[in-house]
């Protein structure tokens, strides 16, 4: 990789390579907003059942990510080391996309496996395609700040396909499903997918990664990314805070729809709700990226940890029956979801760095899955933990809640995700990089290299 003198990517590059996390998005989206909604009240999941398959993907799909990082790593191509994954892969995510929303003829263990077996291949199919992409972020600039607005470009196409998904899932949904909700999502999920399988290939045409110089050290074999990885506390410490954060953005996201229909018996405004979330994020994910920029990746982090606590706090205390208020309530909480995002993706880069400066190793690509592995983890424990509780408060699809089911379901979206905010704002003051920290061990490597 070339030093830190290179030349900056420009509007154009940033926009072509951020451009992707659209395409990904319109798949992740649908499974973080719609997928367990769809396993319990389109297939006839139990909740406990649907939140156990999506767990268990989730961590299957966590454990192959480091070994997809050590595979890209690895890989040597007249394209790139990951440019060839995004534009091969793309075509067999999107199948695999279609077939996750598939309700075969089936019924009880029958189903489930196949639901289980069906998430496990798209779980392998995204992770073969969005782990290269991912690190490249890290692969085509150096520079801090840059890595910081890509992260923003990111994050805001992330957002528009989170629009995309939340505004159209249930409209297409009822337009192809003739009554039949789960046909219905199988079609939906079939457009979003030949979207995504556009977008990817154009991805691959802009971006560009830098010439392989020989001078980057990456491990010869599997056993020997631990010592790399050991002493990398900016890693660990970025790691701990996203996954004990990440159980606020899991616990709310997968409470909306829920929270609507049956808190609020008013299940239209659901889709309203996750339309005008992920639309003001247009304008929230720029606020980030300036804040960011003005009191630096770590501060941001600290803010959003208090800005998230301060909402769950009101929340825990009104009684919200309206939906207004509710509405700006998750719209509030969404500032939260996107500042620890920005920050994760912001920050995580940066490790790289950090990593070859204490060990003289580079695991760029390595990073990135084990990082996604962590967050994956979490997100799949959360989904599971949260589908297992509504189970235990007394959930019962598509009938009335009891008003003690109602209560438990409000604690389930303020205490987790209090507890997940409290100790990611604790991990986040012990992060090392602080300051033009970053800029002086880029320089310092670049010395070294040369």
Not at 9 to 27: E, P, Q, V, W
Not at 367 to 376: E, R
């Amino acid at each position: 990789m070339s030093g830190p003198a290179r030349a900056r990517l420009g509007f154009g590059r940033i926009i072509g390579f951020t451009a992707g996390d659209y395409a990904f998005n319109l798949y992740w989206q649908s499974v973080s907003l719609f997928l367990l909604f769809f396993y319990t009240d389109a297939v006839g999941l139990s909740a406990g059942v649907a939140g156990l398959i999506y767990m268990i993907a989730s961590i299957f799909d966590a454990a192959i990510d480091p070994l997809m990082g050590a595979i890209a790593d690895r890989t040597r191509t007249r394209w790139g080391r990951y440019r060839p994954y995004i534009l091969f892969g793309g075509p067999f995510v999107g199948i695999a996309f279609m077939l996750l929303y598939y309700r075969p003829p089936l019924e009880g263990a029958g189903l489930a496996l196949w639901m289980l077996a069906a998430h496990i291949i798209f779980r392998i199919a995204y992770t073969v395609a969005s782990i290269p992409y991912t690190a490249m972020s890290a692969r085509i600039t150096p520079n801090s700040s840059e890595r910081g607005t890509i992260a923003g470009g990111r994050i805001i196409f992330a957002t528009l396909a989170g629009l995309t998904v939340a505004g159209l899932t249930q409209p297409l949904a009822a337009a192809f499903g003739g009554g039949d909700s789960a046909h219905g999502f199988f079609w939906a999920a079939g457009v979003f997918a030949l979207i995504a399988t556009i977008v990817l290939p154009l991805v691959f045409l802009v971006t560009r990664e830098p010439e392989e110089t020989g001078r980057d050290r990456s491990p010869e074999r599997l056993a020997d990314y631990w010592p790399a990885l050991r002493d990398n506390r900016a890693l660990w410490v970025v790691v701990i805070a996203i996954c004990t954060g990440v159980i606020c953005s899991t616990a709310l996201g997968k409470s909306v729809l829920y929270y609507f229909k049956y808190y609020l018996n008013d299940e239209a405004a659901g889709r309203q709700a996750l339309s005008i979330v992920a639309a003001t994020g247009l304008l929230i994910v720029p606020a980030w990226v300036y804040v960011t920029k003005w009191i630096g990746k770590r501060a941001a982090w600290l803010v959003a940890v208090v800005w998230g606590l301060a909402g769950l706090g009101v929340f825990a205390i009104a009684d919200i029956r309206t939906v207004g208020p509710a509405i700006a309530f998750f719209v509030w909480m969404h500032v939260t979801s996107l500042g620890l995002a920005l920050g994760f993706w912001s920050l995580l880069p940066d490790t790289v760095e950090y990593g070859e400066w204490r060990t003289g190793m580079r695991t760029e690509s390595f990073v990135f899955g084990l990082g996604a592995f962590f967050l994956k983890v979490a997100l799949g424990l959360g989904a599971g933990l949260y589908g297992w509780l509504l189970g235990l408060i007394g959930y019962r699809a598509n009938v009335a809640q009891s008003v003690e089911t109602l209560a438990n379901m409000k604690l389930l979206m303020t205490a987790l995700p209090a507890v997940g905010l409290v100790v990611a704002g604790i991990a986040m003051i012990f992060y090392p990089l602080r300051g033009r920290m970053h800029d002086d061990l880029v320089a310092e490597l670049e010395a070294r290299r040369g």
